[in-house]
């Protein structure tokens, strides 16, 4: 980042920031690989990566304090990192309300004969003495969170070297890109594309004669590791012959604190703006299309220190559950959701760990001549169940095309009647998504919230309040 927008960093943000290349890295990664991570940090990487585990997870309510801290301390070298890190940073009243929880869970747990791993919420219903308790830690958490984060950005401002590598004031120049890249010699042009939300910076590079030949996109040097594992999936996606942008090159540019990474360039316009203008058998066709592509994304196996897909869903469906409980938003149906949501959690179990694109949609697919031409932005790319791609279609592309939608199933599974187990999955994980959706859209963009709701109803609508699986768009195309 530039030193201006370091300095325009509110505390928290500060610490988010510093913090993202490093957690973006492990997640959903075997403690192996995290423990691996954690010690190539320098002191002061790694006490905020500490502190970060615990703060981050345990501050949106009582209950997710109490289950997170009991999660540390059943580790004992977690728990003595977590420890040390808070102490790194002055933080005494949080690393008392740790201390005071460890001895909570004593009295009330280990001594009972339990192990701390099998803490859940319903001790805090179960036991009221220990909820009020739990309740008061995390009033004074609350308390002390805003001195702990301003001791943290105090610390990361007074030695923002061990943090973060400043790109040049005001900005790169295009000219000492292509001056640095190598592969960009020969009289390129660079033009800025400014659509999206990666943090990274994007360019089209034209040859001398005005023809795009390929997209740069630059990154701090902190996001490395990252940017390695999507080039290695580019390459994967290269060898299943998926159409997508091919992996050119990768390097560092060292003077201008940046990395980057050479893509070929895809000709035609986004799906989205494309489609409208076609006849409803052509944006079908292009959504079979669609389709046949991400069954080949979906043939990769993930590598073997990615956590089950099962305790990563679960895990993220507790985080956004006590968000969404915390947000002051309440849907009408709120009830009724959750109780599909909980009896449908068991379908989970034994589910493929795959390559995921996990944002595919009509927004991140190219179309020309009325053709799908190919799939961009592999750069949110995850490893989990194949099923849930196909939330993006519900959630997303179907404003733009149903049709199309319906194509990108039918191209996956092939135009025969799908089996309950897909819709089963598909509800469940569109349902998790109506949670995730009201919390992310607070936290970035609050200001479109009205319209994130009126999409929650939508999905809602479409399935009935999930008395149906196969949602109305789906079922009312094919008759």
């Known amino acids: 980042m530039s030193k201006k927008q370091f300095d325009e960093l509110g505390d928290d943000e500060l610490r988010r920031a510093c913090i993202r290349p490093v957690a973006d890295a492990v997640r959903g990664k075997s403690m192996a690989v995290k423990s691996e991570a954690l010690a190539r940090l320098n002191r002061s990487e790694k006490a905020l990566f500490m502190y970060s585990a615990w703060y981050d997870h345990a501050k949106h309510s009582p209950m997710e304090l109490y289950c997170w801290s009991a999660h540390v301390l059943s580790q004992p070298g977690y728990a003595d990192g977590v420890r040390n890190a808070l102490r790194f940073f002055g933080a005494e009243s949080m690393h008392g309300i740790l201390e005071e929880l460890r001895l909570l869970l004593d009295v009330h747990v280990v001594r009972q004969g339990r192990d701390l791993s099998e803490v859940t919420f319903k001790d805090l219903e179960l036991d009221d003495q220990l909820g009020l308790k739990v309740e008061d830690c995390f009033r004074r958490f609350q ?8 001791r943290v950005a105090q610390y990361i401002r007074a030695n923002a070297d061990d943090f973060i590598s400043f790109l040049p004031e005001g900005g790169v120049d295009m000219k000492d890109l292509l001056l640095a890249i190598p592969e960009l010699q020969d009289g390129m042009k660079l033009e800025a594309i400014q659509k999206g939300y990666s943090g990274d910076s994007k360019y089209t590079a034209y040859d001398r004669h005005g023809q795009a030949v390929y997209v740069l996109r630059t990154y701090a040097l902190e996001e490395e590791a990252r940017k390695q594992q999507e080039f290695r999936v580019l390459e994967q996606l290269r060898e299943q012959k998926v159409k ?12 201008l604190g940046l990395g980057y990474m050479l893509l070929s360039y895809i000709e035609g316009g986004d799906a989205i703006d494309e489609l409208p203008a076609l006849s ?17 994304i979906n043939r990769i196996e993930a590598p073997p220190p990615i956590e089950p897909w099962e305790n990563r869903v679960l ?82 592309s179907v404003e ?47 200001e479109e919230l009205e319209d994130m709701l009126n999409r929650v109803n939508k999905v809602w609508e479409d399935h009935d309040g999930f008395e149906r699986l196969v949602p109305k768009w789906y079922s009312g195309y094919k008759r």
């Not at 308390?143 to 301003?150: A, W």
């Not at 409803?280 to 080949?296: C, D, F, M, P």
């Not at 507790?318 to 068991?346: D, H, T, W």
């Not at 996990?358 to 961009?376: A, C, E, P, Q």
Request: proline share 3%; net charge negative; aromatic share 12%.
């Open 143 to 150: 308390t002390g969170d805003r001195d702990s984060l301003r």
């Open 244 to 255: 997508c942008s091919l992996p050119i090159a990768m390097g560092r540019l060292e003077e």
């Open 280 to 296: 409803v058998s052509r944006q079908y066709e292009i959504g079979l299309q669609a389709g046949a592509e991400l069954r080949k």
């Open 315 to 396: 895990a993220k469906y507790r985080r956004y559950r006590e968000g969404y409980e915390q947000s002051g938003v309440k849907v009408a149906f709120e009830e009724k959701l959750l109780a599909f949501i909980e009896a449908n959690l068991g379908l989970l179990k034994g589910r493929p760990n795959r390559l995921q694109h996990d944002d595919f949609h009509t927004g991140n697919l190219i179309v020309k001549d009325g053709r799908l031409s190919g799939v961009i932005d592999v750069n949110r790319f995850d490893w989990g169940d194949p099923v849930h791609e196909f939330l993006k279609a519900g959630f997303f």
């Open 400 to 446: 733009a095309s149903i049709p199309f939608a319906v194509g990108q199933i039918d191209g996956y599974y092939g135009e025969g009647e799908l089996e309950d187990s897909f819709w089963a999955l598909y509800s469940l994980y569109i349902a998790l998504t109506i949670l995730s959706s009201i919390v992310w859209i607070l936290r970035v963009r609050p």
